[in-house]
């Protein structure tokens, strides 16, 4: 069996939208280290229904429209990394609770590094916006940046490709009004333990990818 090239345990923070998803993405095909991310985690648990305990708190709060607590979205997440060494943590933590609470569990080998994803509040709504969907398969398109082949209709289905609530205008600035209240400060509790790296995140997608891996893998040097 290959070994990962990248023996870290590594945390993707940014906004909704900086791409952090994509990227974790390319460096888990390409290093073969896991890209988990706690709404892929939701879904499988409610999917699965096990552990059935947790699925059912989840599914409580997800059908009610609630915030998962973090003790929950904890058990979630542990329950997939305690059986991993090294991967990608995408989104999460997303406040200085959740943090310590993962800083508590991996209290031997914690988290290597941080990298964040800069970007501005333009781009981000700019870019959610932007986005269409298909309600059939959901494949998710771009005016911009990834257009159907024919506008309005998905390439896969030719189903009418519409713009989720979460895509929204005003639901985008809320949810950045969220990131900055919540997740903005574990900007400085990283940075205080000096594993937090930057990368302006409005680049191309390749040199972004450069970037990240010429942050990890200089280390081995």
């Known amino acids: 069996m290959k070994q990962t090239l990248l023996k870290r345990k590594i945390v993707f923070l940014g906004p909704p939208g900086s791409g952090k998803g994509t990227q974790a993405q390319m460096l ?18 409610i999917k699965t229904g096990k552990p059935k305990k947790l699925a059912s708190s989840i599914k409580k709060y997800v059908q009610s429209g609630l915030l998962v607590p973090d ?38 080998d914690g988290v290597d590094k941080v990298i964040y994803f800069k970007v501005s509040d333009k781009e981000i709504i700019k870019r959610l916006t932007s986005r269409r969907t298909c309600p059939k398969c959901g ?53 205080k333990k000096g594993i937090l790296v930057t990368v302006n995140a409005e680049d191309k997608i390749e040199n972004i990818y450069k970037k990240i891996c010429d942050i990890l893998l200089n280390e081995y040097k």
Request: aromatic residues 12%; hydrophobic residues 35%; charged residues 35%.
């Open 71 to 108: 003790d929950i979205v904890f058990k979630a997440l542990y329950s997939v990394i305690s059986r991993k060494k090294y991967y990608i943590l995408d989104g999460y933590p997303r406040n200085i609770n959740q943090a310590k609470l993962l800083d508590k569990a991996l209290v031997k």
């Open 139 to 191: 494949k998710v398109y771009n005016i911009y940046t990834l257009k159907p082949k024919n506008d309005e209709l998905c390439d896969e289905c030719n189903v009418k490709l519409i713009i989720r609530d979460d895509d929204k205008l005003e639901t985008v600035k809320k949810r950045l009004e969220v990131y900055k209240k919540d997740t903005l400060p574990l900007l400085n509790y990283y940075k």
């Open 28 to 45: 888990s095909k390409n290093f073969l280290i896991p890209h988990i991310s706690t709404g892929d985690i939701f879904r499988n648990i």
